[in-house]
């Protein structure tokens, strides 16, 4: 099983919200974990968006609009960035991570799709 | 301005070698940790290596033993040197500042 998973795509309407989970394994718990999340448009190199662990430890890219947010779920093992009002240009991969045992782990990455 | 700029990609055979390269400015890469990140084409993103800014480093277990990172702070440049390449190894090598800056890439093909 691997360490993180996402869903491998998502729709949402233009002006909407989108919700994109990252799944920790059963036997790491989200609780522990600074989740990183990255957005890589087509033909373009990821580019930071956020780093959340709690509402009092995190951090927004530089020049990243504070449509992006993040969250953790603890019953469902998981790190949420939220992305409200949805825009074309939000049209792209997303990938989460962690820092775990001395290693970056991604995960598998959400094709987000704005229609 | 933070700007990293990779070089050293190429078309290389199986069992070859290969040094990447990538040329920071805007801050110094001995207060920095930086890491080389890869992407194999239609995959997702798959760490390769870091080195700290005192020095230490640390590896995927997919390239321990074959890759080296490096640096040389007098040039302010990040190196990977990869060695025994195979074909899991072509993908698009990205040089990352923290977390938070990425270089443009560089490819690296192997391929008989």
């Known amino acids: 099983q691997a360490v993180l998973t996402q869903p491998s795509s998502l729709s949402a309407s233009p002006g909407a919200s989108a919700s994109l989970t990252c799944t920790l394994r059963?036997?790491?718990?989200?609780?522990?974990?600074?989740i990183y999340w990255f957005q890589q448009r087509p033909g373009s190199p990821p580019q930071y968006l956020l780093k959340?662990?709690?509402?009092?430890?995190?951090?927004?890219g530089s020049g990243v609009p504070s449509r992006f947010s993040g969250s953790k779920d603890a019953s469902a093992n998981a790190g949420i960035l939220l992305i409200s009002g949805l825009q074309s240009d939000d049209e792209a991969d997303y990938y989460c991570?962690?820092?775990?045992?001395?290693?970056?782990?991604f995960g598998g990455g959400t094709k987000l799709t704005v229609l | 301005e933070v700007q990293l700029v990779e070089s050293g990609g190429n078309l290389v055979q199986p069992g070859g070698s290969l040094r990447l390269s990538c040329a920071a400015s805007?801050?110094?890469?001995?207060?920095?940790?930086m890491s080389w990140v890869r992407q194999a084409p239609g995959k997702a993103l798959d760490w390769v290596s870091v080195?700290?800014?005192?020095?230490?480093?640390d590896y995927a277990d997919a390239v321990k033993d074959r890759f080296t990172i490096s640096r040389d702070i007098s040039k302010n440049t990040v190196f990977l040197q990869m060695n025994n390449l195979g074909a899991e190894d072509t993908a698009v090598y990205y040089c990352?500042?923290?977390?938070?800056?990425w270089g443009q890439g560089t490819l690296v093909t192997v391929s008989s």
């Open positions: 805007g801050f110094s890469v001995s207060n920095n940790f």
């Open positions: 080195i700290y800014g005192g020095g230490g480093t």
């Open positions: 990352v500042r923290a977390m938070s800056d």
């Open positions: 059963s036997d790491i718990n989200v609780i522990t974990f600074h």
């Open positions: 991570m962690i820092w775990r045992n001395s290693a970056w782990v």
């Open positions: 959340y662990n709690s509402d009092s430890d995190k951090e927004l």
